[in-house]
């Protein structure tokens, strides 16, 4: 299954960082070479600030060998510019600290920053020492004080691409240190800044930088508790999905496999996630030709083609892929419940008459299990009225009536009357400028004729 | 019996004008004219031979460089005088010799040559006059004698009951204008001539004597040449010699190039003959510099030499010029201290100009002239000519041989420019390459690439070094994407998707169209742009058609055979108007738009795949919907046009054209007998021309298959209760799993209204019969629907389009339209159907060929 592991198409866009975890999963799934993945996480941790870490593995790749002593050197290094750097930001923080500060600062930065100037003598270069700090600490590993300087950073600095980069910096050390919820706090404002930015660059930098947000965002979404809604949410946005389409369509996979976990989607999600199956279906439709995993094949098969031997296999693949893949490690048996009741909708949906041990066998099951599993199906979904077990014959039967015809008809008139009240408040909306008195007349008509 | 009169006729008026010749010429002219004659013929055979060309350069040389005559000094006095001499010697021979083939011809009554000749006759006393030397009494002679020959003619042709023929006539009639006005012009002399002929001879001789002393000399050797071949030759030869050594010495070469521009774009200046003075001076050239000059001068004025914009340059000359730029290019190329720009300093013309010189800025000599114009009009030139040869003949053959030098010539520009950094020119030149090679299958590239290889020149992309063509294509596309001409990079992305289209890549040259957005501004764009832009669009389709996409490939043509112009729009054609007629200009400008034939897309192939791909999407759809209402709503007009017209026919006898296949098809696909379907599909020859025929043919098939099943439900529905999957699977030949595939997506999809039954493997149809009142009252909630829909429409007009009020009715319908219309990469299924595909629907083809927007509008 190695072929469907996506870590070296994802590592490009995370951060050094971030892609430590990856490996140290890749290692445990034994997809690759133990030695390799070593040698990879090896040449990773070379060039972070964290010797000891980087020692500790060239020892374990090369147990004959002498660490280099290089290691030593930098840790030297290290040391010492972790000191210079943390006099320089102790000074700031000292004042920022202080509680006659923490009262004084207001919204407007630009006033905050003229007080501390104009009170501590604080300017905006020592400021920066904060961000300095900030950033080497996250280098070698310390990532909730990292976190702390950056967000301390944010509050007061006015630089711009500091304050991006900064952003970056406490979402990954966020994301690293595991407070998921300030993660998706962080996703969300950095979201916002990168779709609302203006740049004065070409489309491309925004491209890229929504790329980025793509593939961080996935730690976030898939360890938080309501992530997979929200991913969703997000990623099915027209410039998202159109990210995804353009530069990353392997990103497809989590898509789909989000749209199968959400399968009952919490009361009060919105349309775009009721309607994320159909739309995420067009999708893997239309990229199939450059990308293409069980996951996706599966509802390719299901709802495409509509042969459920061919999806019943994709299922029995995808379960091994998603049981490999860093984020969807853990929602392997959720994902498969879902499918199978996908399946057995599906399913049920086009057949009449279905013989239990047939349908068992296409859900992977025992007949015994596949019966308990049916009559929950039955009791749990819409159709619980419909279909019948007969026990005699071991099949169900689903009586599906037809749609009488005045259904249709209140149906097709439903809306009417909304659209009708929205045109009649454009056109009230559009005599408001002209003329009060004429806008009525035009309102009142079409509003009469529909009805 | 005519022929027979006639030759009657003539002999009797030959006889009877030698007759008049003999007496008019007098005695002691006769011996002086009689041997010149022949000896006329014998020197012209020579000049032909050898220095036809510099003789001729001679005498017009010789006016440019008289008053140059005086500045050149003493020296070249003696060697001055014997040119001229021989010169005005040589174009009295020729005139004798004119007048020869004039008596000639009178002897046969020919009056066609004779007005031929005549003309050329008056033409060399007219440069005779332009010299200021006197008029030969030969002239005078010949005026009088066809004076009196005209006059008989005419005479005898009123006689003459049967009339002569039309165009003899005609030149006859003329003849008598023409002669009527010299005799006038000349009246003097003629009636000096008249009184005295001696007499006139003498004040010739004595004329040309005083002007020239040496002139005797040459003149005495004329008449003893004849008897003499050896010594004449000799004499000959020598004087041309001496001519050029002059002419064409390094110093000289500025000289008459200046003399020669000069006289560019002059009303008589004749044009063949500058090119050969230009050709001359490029032998003798020493210098990279002059070399440099002449041959610019020696390009522009073989482009000079057509002068009609309607016809192409000759291809002798196209190809010299070719290798006159190869050659420019070779040593500009060689000698970087030279350099061509289009903008320059004033320089001395006359001046030798060297790069160590220290006047030069930076030792770099800049000549004025542009290499980028001159690549440019050949690629030009070349297409003319391709437009203007029939292209079923062998000549298109031929000329299209010469695509190879071409190509080679402006891959050498590339290399020149590549090396200098000259990026404006660098552009266009790519563009003309990859518009050679965008087009062509990657074995005819390959054979241009494999010339490139073999020259002394090469650009930095070649397919050698880029591996494949798609390589190469991409090399060119991305510099040009890079550089800044916004116009030079549209239409390379154009040609890229073109190629991507034409190697089957249908994914990539879609994405690459749409991220272009090249739809929206397509419009603004030039014609030949937009004829790209159509070319590139029907190519997609029918990459889509090759690739199995039927549904893609529909909605790609739909646009184009929608609007019934498909070969205007592809320039493959002149459409033929039937209200409106075109004005000549506009005639022109089209025709000259014209893609050269080996460019073309076979437009009965394209409308084949059309209907094709219309016959499988349209006759399910037919199938499914039973209201005459929702009929009307068809997908493709065209297709349906056809159709009902195939309908309506009383008798259909075999199908022979491609149509008629399409249309007998499409019944026994109606019919659901999928075989014959097949069967007719694949009996269109047309495929033959479809790179993998055999494929496409099987693909085909195959969807006629599962299309005639789908149709076969559809239709025959209503009369099951249950139907047999394995029938099914039998009748349509498809494997059981497919059938439940198809039958399973119909029922989701809400097409159908069955359900599978597993245990008897049958599908169960659930069709309701509506009552009367059951189905008013559903068509009365769509009349409503659509009045509300009408209502909207009409707001929307109102309200000017997109306002915030379009964005509130997309919402209330549940789906994000809005935003997706808006999406980057709007993909074909979305964009299509929507809201705003009422406007974007014309708007996906580019239709406005110029002279076409009045027509539409009004």
Same mark, same amino acid.
């Given at each position: 299954?190695?072929?469907?592991?996506?870590?070296?198409?994802?590592?490009?866009?995370?951060?050094?960082?971030?892609?430590?975890?990856?490996?140290?999963?890749?290692?445990?799934?034994?997809?690759?070479?133990?030695?390799?993945?070593?040698?990879?996480?090896?040449?990773?941790?070379?060039?972070?600030?964290?010797?000891?870490?980087?020692?500790?593995?060239?020892?374990?790749? @090369?147990?004959?060998?002498?660490?280099?002593?290089?290691?030593?050197?930098?840790?030297?290094?290290?040391?010492?510019?972790?000191?210079?750097?943390?006099?320089?930001?102790?000074?700031?923080?000292?004042?920022?600290?202080?509680?006659?500060?923490?009262?004084?600062?207001?919204?407007?930065?630009?006033?905050?920053?003229?007080?501390?100037?104009?009170?501590?003598?604080?300017?905006?270069?020592?400021?920066?020492?904060?961000?300095?700090?900030?950033?080497?600490?996250?280098?070698?590993?310390? @990532?909730?004080?990292?976190?702390? @300087?950056?967000?301390?950073?944010?509050?007061?600095?006015?630089?711009?691409?500091?304050?991006?980069?900064?952003?970056?910096?406490?979402?990954?050390?966020?994301?690293?240190?595991?407070?998921?919820?300030?993660?998706?706090?962080?996703?969300?404002?950095?979201?916002?800044?990168?779709?609302?930015?203006?740049?004065?660059?070409?489309?491309?930098?925004?491209?890229?930088?929504?790329?980025?947000?793509?593939?961080?965002?996935?730690?976030? @979404?898939?360890?938080?508790?309501?992530?997979?809604?929200?991913?969703?949410?997000?990623?099915?946005?027209?410039?998202?999905?159109?990210?995804?389409?353009?530069?990353?369509?392997?990103?497809?996979?989590?898509?789909?496999?989000?749209?199968?976990?959400?399968?009952?989607?919490?009361?009060?999600?919105?349309?775009?996630?009721?309607?994320?199956?159909?739309?995420?279906?067009?999708?893997?439709?239309?990229?199939?030709?450059?990308?293409?995993?069980?996951?996706?094949?599966?509802?390719?098969?299901?709802?495409?083609?509509?042969?459920?031997?061919?999806?019943?296999?994709?299922?029995?693949?995808?379960?091994?892929?998603?049981?490999?893949?860093?984020?969807?490690?853990?929602?392997?048996?959720?994902?498969?419940?879902?499918?199978?009741?996908?399946?057995?909708?599906?399913?049920?949906?086009?057949?009449?008459?279905?013989d239990i041990r047939d349908l068992s066998e296409r859900l992977n099951l025992s007949p015994d299990e596949g019966e308990k599993w049916i009559v929950n199906l039955i009791r749990e979904s819409r159709m619980g009225a419909d279909a019948k077990i007969d026990l005699d014959k071991n099949v169900i039967e689903i009586f599906r009536p037809a749609v009488p015809v005045y259904q249709t008809v209140i149906d097709k008139t439903r809306g009417l009357h909304l659209r009708t009240s929205g045109l009649g408040q454009a056109i009230s909306r559009l005599g408001m400028g002209a003329q009060q008195g004429q806008a009525e007349a035009p309102a009142a008509a079409p509003a009469v004729a529909v009805r | 019996m005519s022929r027979f009169f006639r030759n009657a006729g003539d002999s009797d008026s030959s006889e009877s004008s030698d007759g008049e010749e003999e007496l008019l010429s007098s005695d002691d002219e006769a011996p002086v004219a009689k041997p010149a004659a022949p000896a006329a013929k014998m020197n012209m055979d020579r000049f032909l031979k050898g220095g036809d060309s510099s003789s001729d350069s001679d005498s017009s040389d010789s006016d440019d460089s008289d008053d140059s005559d005086g500045e050149d000094g003493n020296e070249e006095e003696p060697q001055q005088a014997i040119r001229i001499m021989s010169a005005q010697e040589k174009r009295l021979v020729e005139m004798e010799a004119t007048g020869k083939v004039m008596e000639n011809a009178l002897k046969i009554n020919d009056w066609v040559a004779i007005s031929n000749e005549f003309d050329k006759l008056v033409r060399m006393i007219q440069r005779q006059h332009n010299v200021s030397e006197p008029i030969p009494p030969f002239y005078v002679r010949t005026l009088i004698s066809l004076e009196s020959s005209v006059n008989n003619a005419l005479a005898k042709e009123k006689e003459a009951k049967k009339k002569t023929n039309a165009t003899n006539a005609k030149a006859l009639t003329a003849m008598k204008q023409k002669v009527k006005k010299s005799v006038k012009e000349y009246e003097v002399d003629v009636n000096k001539f008249n009184a005295d002929p001696e007499a006139f001879e003498r004040e010739y001789i004595a004329l040309v004597v005083r002007e020239a002393p040496a002139a005797p000399a040459p003149r005495a050797a004329v008449p003893g040449a004849g008897a003499d071949d050896e010594d004449q030759n000799g004499e000959f030869s020598t004087v041309i010699k001496g001519g050029k050594s002059m002419q064409f010495s390094a110093e000289g070469i500025l000289k008459n190039l200046q003399a020669v521009q000069e006289a560019r774009g002059k009303k008589n200046t004749d044009r063949a003959e500058q090119i050969r003075i230009l050709e001359k001076l490029l032998e003798v050239a020493v210098t990279s510099y002059q070399r440099i000059r002449v041959l610019l001068a020696l390009v522009s004025s073989r482009f000079d030499y057509n002068s009609s914009v309607a016809t192409h340059m000759p291809i002798e000359l196209w190809l010299s010029a070719q290798r006159e730029v190869d050659q420019l290019v070779a040593i500009v190329a060689a000698n970087p201290t030279y350099a061509i720009q289009e903008i320059t300093e004033d320089y001395d013309e006359l001046k030798e100009r060297f790069p160590e010189d220290p006047e030069e800025k930076d030792g770099i000599v800049r000549i004025r002239g542009s290499i980028i114009s001159f690549v440019d009009r050949l690629d030009d030139e070349f297409t003319k000519s391709l437009q203007n040869i029939d292209p079923h003949g062998t000549e298109y053959i031929d000329r299209l041989k010469d695509e190879k030098v071409l190509y080679c010539t402006i891959c050498r520009a590339q290399a020149f420019y590549e090396n200098t950094n000259q990026d404006e020119p660098l552009g266009r030149v790519i563009m003309r390459r990859l518009e050679h090679i965008y087009s062509k299958p990657d074995a005819v590239v390959q054979a241009l690439e494999s010339a490139v290889e073999a020259s002394d020149i090469k650009p930095s992309m070649r397919l050698a070094s880029q591996g494949t063509t798609s390589g190469l294509i991409h090399a060119l596309c991305v510099y040009l994407y890079k550089s800044g001409n916004s116009l030079l990079r549209t239409r390379a992305m154009l040609s890229h998707i073109y190629h991507h289209a034409l190697h089957n890549d249908f994914h990539t040259a879609r994405d690459m169209l749409l991220m272009s957005h090249l739809q929206e501004s397509i419009h603004s764009a030039d014609v030949a742009t937009q004829i790209l832009y159509n070319r590139t669009v029907v190519q997609l389709g029918l990459c889509a058609f090759r690739c199995g996409l039927i549904k893609e490939a529909q909605a790609t043509l739909l646009d184009i055979f929608t609007t019934q112009r498909v070969k205007e729009l592809l320039a493959q054609g002149v459409h033929q108007q039937r209200f409106q007629v075109l004005t000549p200009e506009q005639e022109k400008a089209e025709k000259q738009r014209q893609l050269p034939f080996h460019m073309h897309i076979n437009t009965e192939l394209l409308e084949a795949a059309f209907l094709v791909c219309s016959m499988l999407v349209e006759i399910p759809l037919l199938a499914s919907i039973d209201s005459d209402e929702l009929k009307r709503k068809a997908i493709s007009k065209p297709f349906r046009r056809l159709l009902d017209f195939a309908d309506r026919q009383v008798f259909t006898g075999p199908p022979e054209s491609t149509r008629d296949h399409i249309m007998q098809a499409s019944k026994a696909l109606q019919d659901g007998e999928w075989e014959q379907c097949r069967d007719l599909i694949q009996s269109i020859k047309i495929w033959s021309l479809m790179p993998e025929a055999a494929a496409v043919k099987e693909m085909l098939a195959k969807r006629i298959q599962e299309q005639g099943l789908r149709t076969y439900l559809f239709t025959y529905a209503p009369h099951y209760s249950t139907l047999s999957l394995s029938l099914l699977s039998r009748t349509f030949s498809l494997p059981l799993r497919a059938v439940t595939s198809i039958v399973s997506k119909m029922i989701w999809n809400e097409e159908l209204s069955a359900s599978l039954d597993q245990s008897g493997g049958v599908v169960v149809f659930h069709r309701i019969e509506l009552s009367r009142a059951q189905q008013l009252a559903q068509t009365i909630a769509d009349k409503v629907g659509a009045m509300l829909e009408q209502n909207e429409k009409a707001l929307d007009i109102k309200m000017g389009g997109t306002g915030g009020w379009g964005d509130r009715a997309d919402g209330n319908k549940g789906e994000k339209r809005g935003e997706q219309t808006q999406e980057r990469r709007g993909r074909g299924e979305r964009t299509r159907g929507t809201r705003g595909g009422a406007r974007g629907r014309g708007a996906r083809f580019a239709q406005g060929l110029g002279n076409e927007m009045p027509s539409r509008t009004g």
């Open positions: 299954m190695a072929e469907y592991d996506l870590t070296k198409r994802i590592m490009p866009y995370l951060d050094r960082h971030l892609s430590l975890p990856l490996l140290v999963h890749l290692s445990d799934t034994n997809l690759f070479a133990a030695q390799d993945v070593q040698i990879a996480q090896y040449e990773l941790a070379k060039a972070t600030n964290m010797p000891d870490y980087a020692a500790n593995l060239f020892s374990q790749i @090369y147990p004959d060998q002498e660490v280099p002593a290089e290691f030593a050197q930098k840790r030297q290094n290290t040391m010492l510019t972790h000191q210079r750097l943390q006099d320089e930001a102790q000074a700031v923080l000292d004042v920022i600290e202080n509680p006659d500060v923490a009262q004084a600062l207001r919204q407007d930065k630009e006033q905050n920053l003229q007080y501390l100037k104009d009170n501590y003598n604080l300017t905006l270069d020592q400021i920066a020492a904060l961000y300095h700090f900030g950033q080497f600490q996250y280098s070698y590993g310390n @990532y909730s004080g990292a976190a702390d @300087y950056l967000y301390h950073f944010r509050v007061l600095s006015t630089d711009n691409d500091l304050n991006t980069s900064a952003q970056w910096g406490k979402l990954a050390s966020d994301i690293l240190s595991g407070k998921w919820d300030a993660a998706l706090q962080e996703l969300d404002t950095l979201r916002e800044s990168i779709d609302s930015r203006s740049l004065p660059g070409p489309a491309l930098n925004q491209l890229h930088s929504r790329t980025w947000v793509l593939h961080w965002s996935l730690f976030v @979404y898939f360890n938080h508790p309501a992530g997979r809604t929200l991913l969703l949410e997000t990623f099915l946005s027209p410039v998202y999905l159109n990210t995804i389409q353009t530069s990353c369509p392997w990103i497809l996979r989590y898509l789909a496999a989000a749209a199968i976990l959400s399968r009952a989607p919490p009361p009060g999600a919105t349309p775009r996630v009721r309607n994320a199956l159909r739309e995420i279906i067009k999708v893997i439709q239309m990229e199939e030709y450059q990308y293409q995993d069980p996951v996706t094949a599966f509802l390719k098969e299901l709802y495409v083609e509509f042969d459920f031997e061919a999806a019943q296999l994709q299922l029995g693949r995808a379960e091994q892929v998603l049981g490999d893949d860093f984020f969807l490690g853990e929602f392997s048996a959720d994902f498969l419940d879902n499918a199978r009741y996908l399946i057995s909708e599906a399913y049920c949906r086009t057949h009449q008459k279905i | -």
